[in-house]
């Protein structure tokens, strides 16, 4: 495939995402359906030229995908009826402050993403990707219906961390709780 060529329905997102529920290392299967790999990726609504490119992303797998969407059915159901991946943090999480004037996308993927560092060196070491990290998504949208749903799905390709953030979930990170000079000697 030529380097010039532009996937209308790729999207990569600004590098104020924030990753929640990060599921990147191994699948985990939801409901007893087939195990997946899958990020939450929340998107601040201040990130207007990331959003815009999730928009025109939808729009392209829609019209791609209308002849699936139609079925057979005698007409495509229009956009607005359909389920779409982008929602709103402040409308659909309203008691999580991470999802605070945001959008949020949740990705999935029967394969493992590549997961790399600001650099682009690849990241090895679970610890460093968590929920709550800052950085960049690859991710691909696409017309589905399958048992009578149709809509538009996001696929995860890959991830690029850009920055550490507060781990989202009230745990902590082993690094931080014992980051501490106190060498109290309990023993004494």
């Known amino acids: 495939m030529s380097k010039n060529y532009k996937n209308p329905t790729k999207v990569i997102t600004g590098p104020k995402t924030r990753w929640s529920y990060a599921n990147v290392w191994d699948p985990k299967s939801i409901?007893?359906?087939?195990?997946?790999?899958?990020?939450?990726?929340?998107?601040?609504?201040?990130?207007?030229?990331?959003?815009?490119?999730?928009?025109?992303?939808?729009?392209?797998?829609?019209?791609?995908?209308?002849?699936?969407?139609?079925?057979?059915?005698?007409?495509?159901p229009s956009l607005k009826v359909l389920k779409t991946p982008l929602r709103d943090g402040d409308l659909e999480r309203p008691d999580d402050a991470a999802y605070a004037d945001s959008y949020f996308i949740n990705a999935n993927s029967a394969s493992a993403p590549g997961i790399v560092d600001a650099d682009r060196q690849p990241i090895l070491e679970r610890s460093e990707?968590?929920?709550?990290?800052?950085?960049?998504?690859?991710?691909?949208?696409?017309?589905?219906?399958?048992?009578?749903?149709?809509?538009?799905?996001?696929?995860?390709?890959?991830?690029?961390?850009?920055?550490?953030?507060e781990p989202l979930g009230g745990k902590s990170r082993a690094?931080?709780?014992?980051?501490?000079?106190?060498?109290?000697?309990?023993?004494?």
């Open 31 to 76: 409901n007893g359906g087939t195990p997946k790999y899958s990020v939450s990726l929340i998107i601040p609504k201040s990130d207007v030229a990331t959003v815009k490119k999730i928009e025109a992303a939808i729009q392209a797998a829609y019209e791609e995908g209308e002849s699936k969407l139609k079925g057979s059915s005698k007409s495509v």
């Open 129 to 165: 990707v968590y929920s709550g990290v800052y950085g960049r998504a690859s991710i691909n949208f696409y017309a589905f219906n399958s048992n009578g749903n149709k809509g538009i799905a996001c696929g995860l390709n890959n991830l690029q961390k850009i920055a550490d953030g």
């Open 175 to 188: 690094e931080d709780d014992f980051e501490t000079d106190d060498n109290d000697d309990f023993l004494s």
